[in-house]
DNA sequence: TATATTTATGGAAGCGCTTCCATCTGTTCA
DNA sequence: TGAACAGATGGAAGCGCTTCCATAAATATA
């Protein structure tokens, strides 16, 4: 039916080991014989058969992603950096898209199956600690995005930093009374970010007040939703009065945002006269918002990841390695900082 | 090194046909030895070889979607279809994220190899025509996605009658004189949803008149961005004087309406109290901005992208098939139109 | 000239499955 | 009682490659 090797062999009167070896670029074939292997594979319209290649070499170069799809344009801006470096290296990407941790955990099963893929790329949520050892044994490289576990390669993003970041940059403006919006505390994100909040403002003399950070855990992603966001906007704005009400407020992400400025213009609030608002992602609508927020190098990260993906194929030991990307802030109109024209996105 | 059915029939005291029965679910294998075989499985924590599998059965279970980054929030709704469906049929996705057309071009070649794919979705782009020779000859199935081939299975969306609608939507708010801002006539959907305005204007007795559909091809994607938008909306208004100035705009798509949106704004003209506004595409910042538009059913369109490419590989014979899909009219406030709260999305 | 060394080549073995065919056992029916 | 058949099973062949080993040819070395 399809062409083989043999079939290639016996039209260029050569052995089926030749002819591999002139598919594959091996040295030790003379000049003559790799012309006339090259014709022949031309003339018949060749293919190699993957799976055959697969099983003889023992290997897939394909690895797989497990990625949440909730977490939208983060989505697509990583997976544009992991697809470009894997085009780069040859490698096939098998695109997991999950809606829950079940789902991530079927896909996790699946990518063990010997001869499936040559990696495992897993972001945005807890590796269940039931799979390390799995990963371990079968030595099966994996590395964590926007996660982090002690045991794998991992990349994730500062929070604590960027928050403490973002949280100056309102006290820079002149802001005292400072709220937070944030998500539930039970995600490692919203802790963080929320500890960031604390030490700047007491670094700057401040002290950090409880009842100045608002919560809500309705909807979905525990919270990072923009129903949640608004809510709690509402909340703050309802008992917003007095001498020392609140001017500005970090909010723990862009969707709680946008939903929160959903809240205060419904509320007569306008921003950022009345209120000065920073949050955190830089997420496509962002921008449109004119949002001041804390950009996370999305497509940078999906880059490293396939680099540290390969990185540790080719060597296999070696001590896990923890990179963290710093999010820089990005000045837009909903603080309220002057900003020259040019540097408005 | 690892467990191969040779393990599993020396353990379980049968034969390597027997093992491969009970793993395969065959039904000429007694309860007994099933349950004898299924338990050395589990005590050897036995997984099975996807590429020997692959080589053997001559089946892969994975198809490939070549789909454009750039289109960004339908990538994600279409793909989130396709990914849910190839998981209840369980087959692997691999992703072919790409940025132009040789990108595309590479991996419809790459997916041809043999063993690779059992089947292939391309998405929003044109089929280069040296391909359709080749995927009849090797009989892999192809689906095209928001495009379309009479050789192939198709899906795409009316546009011609969803730009009717929206028209005939402007038309029934009063308005009379309609401008329209289209990008490049080279792709088939600017001259399918200029037609569709054509067709409304003229089912109302209005003349169609050239000079007022404005079109700019600046910046990427024939037009189809928000620089275009801007563009063609400040053309519009720098001219829109007089007794028979335009009251209303249908626009190509949402991400132009986005660029005209800031060009209004800029100019000082309202929206929708000056200008009504009504675009195509319902891309999630549509909703944010408010935009009235025409909302492609992105999430049904993959799920029958893939139902249509495993019914092809059921039956490769037979006509190919075209689903197109009538776009609904989403009233948002661009368009001016009174709506029932609870209709706000 | 004889020997060692390098370069090029052929093809068997092996990767881990599926599937087909042959065989064996037991059951059914006249 | 024996023929006919269905149900289970073992294992060889085959999927299309890569790779290793043996060998032949060409070249270098003594």
Same mark, same amino acid.
């Given at each position: *039916?399809? =062409?083989t090797i043999y079939d290639l062999a016996r039209e260029a009167g050569v052995g089926i080991g030749t002819v591999s070896r002139c598919l594959n670029n091996h040295p030790s074939v003379s000049v003559e014989t790799r012309a006339k292997v090259l014709e022949v594979v031309k003339r018949l319209s060749y293919q190699p058969h993957a799976s055959a290649q697969r099983l003889a070499s023992k290997k897939t170069n394909t690895i797989s992603a497990i990625i949440p799809f909730f977490t939208n344009y983060f989505f697509i801006q990583v997976l %544009? &950096? =992991? %697809? /470009?470096?894997?085009?780069e290296f040859g490698f096939d990407l098998i695109l997991y898209g999950v809606n829950n941790t079940s789902q991530a955990e079927y896909y996790l099963r699946r990518s063990l199956h010997? +001869? @499936? =893929?040559? &990696? =495992? *790329?897993?972001? !945005?949520m807890k590796l269940p600690e039931s799979y390390v050892a799995k990963f371990q044994q079968i030595r099966l490289p994996l590395v964590l995005v926007d996660a982090y576990h002690p045991e794998f390669d991992s990349i994730s993003v500062k929070n604590l930093e960027g928050a403490t970041m973002a949280t100056r940059h309102l006290l820079k403006l002149g802001h005292t009374n400072i709220a937070m919006i944030n998500a539930s505390l039970a995600t490692e994100p919203a802790r963080d970010r929320m500890? +960031?909040?604390?030490?700047?403002?007491?670094?700057? &003399?401040?002290?950090f007040r409880? /009842?100045?950070?608002?919560? !809500?855990?309705? +909807?979905? %992603? /525990?919270?990072?939703n923009r129903e949640a966001g608004r809510a709690s906007m509402e909340e703050l704005l309802g008992k917003n009065t007095g001498r020392d009400r609140v001017t500005a407020v970090f909010i723990a992400s862009d969707v709680q945002a946008m939903g929160a400025l959903e809240g205060a213009a419904e509320l007569g609030v306008r921003v950022p006269d009345d209120l000065a608002i920073v949050s955190f992602d830089d997420?496509?609508?962002?921008? @449109?918002?004119?949002?001041?927020?804390?950009?996370?190098?999305m497509y940078e990260m999906g880059v490293l990841a396939l680099e540290k993906l390969f990185a540790r194929m080719k060597n296999p030991d070696g001590a896990p390695s923890l990179t963290t990307f710093l999010p820089s802030l990005i000045i837009r109109r909903s603080c309220g900082a002057r900003i020259p024209t040019e540097q408005l996105v």
């Amino acid at each position: *039916m399809s =062409v083989t090797i043999y079939d290639l062999a016996r039209e260029a009167g050569v052995g089926i080991g030749t002819v591999s070896r002139c598919l594959n670029n091996h040295p030790s074939v003379s000049v003559e014989t790799r012309a006339k292997v090259l014709e022949v594979v031309k003339r018949l319209s060749y293919q190699p058969h993957a799976s055959a290649q697969r099983l003889a070499s023992k290997k897939t170069n394909t690895i797989s992603a497990i990625i949440p799809f909730f977490t939208n344009y983060f989505f697509i801006q990583v997976l %544009q &950096g =992991v %697809q /470009d470096k894997a085009a780069e290296f040859g490698f096939d990407l098998i695109l997991y898209g999950v809606n829950n941790t079940s789902q991530a955990e079927y896909y996790l099963r699946r990518s063990l199956h010997r +001869g @499936h =893929v040559d &990696g =495992v *790329m897993f972001f !945005s949520m807890k590796l269940p600690e039931s799979y390390v050892a799995k990963f371990q044994q079968i030595r099966l490289p994996l590395v964590l995005v926007d996660a982090y576990h002690p045991e794998f390669d991992s990349i994730s993003v500062k929070n604590l930093e960027g928050a403490t970041m973002a949280t100056r940059h309102l006290l820079k403006l002149g802001h005292t009374n400072i709220a937070m919006i944030n998500a539930s505390l039970a995600t490692e994100p919203a802790r963080d970010r929320m500890e +960031g909040y604390r030490i700047a403002l007491e670094e700057a &003399g401040i002290p950090f007040r409880n /009842d100045r950070v608002f919560i !809500s855990e309705i +909807g979905k %992603q /525990d919270g990072f939703n923009r129903e949640a966001g608004r809510a709690s906007m509402e909340e703050l704005l309802g008992k917003n009065t007095g001498r020392d009400r609140v001017t500005a407020v970090f909010i723990a992400s862009d969707v709680q945002a946008m939903g929160a400025l959903e809240g205060a213009a419904e509320l007569g609030v306008r921003v950022p006269d009345d209120l000065a608002i920073v949050s955190f992602d830089d997420i496509e609508l962002a921008q @449109h918002a004119q949002l001041t927020t804390m950009r996370q190098p999305m497509y940078e990260m999906g880059v490293l990841a396939l680099e540290k993906l390969f990185a540790r194929m080719k060597n296999p030991d070696g001590a896990p390695s923890l990179t963290t990307f710093l999010p820089s802030l990005i000045i837009r109109r909903s603080c309220g900082a002057r900003i020259p024209t040019e540097q408005l996105v």
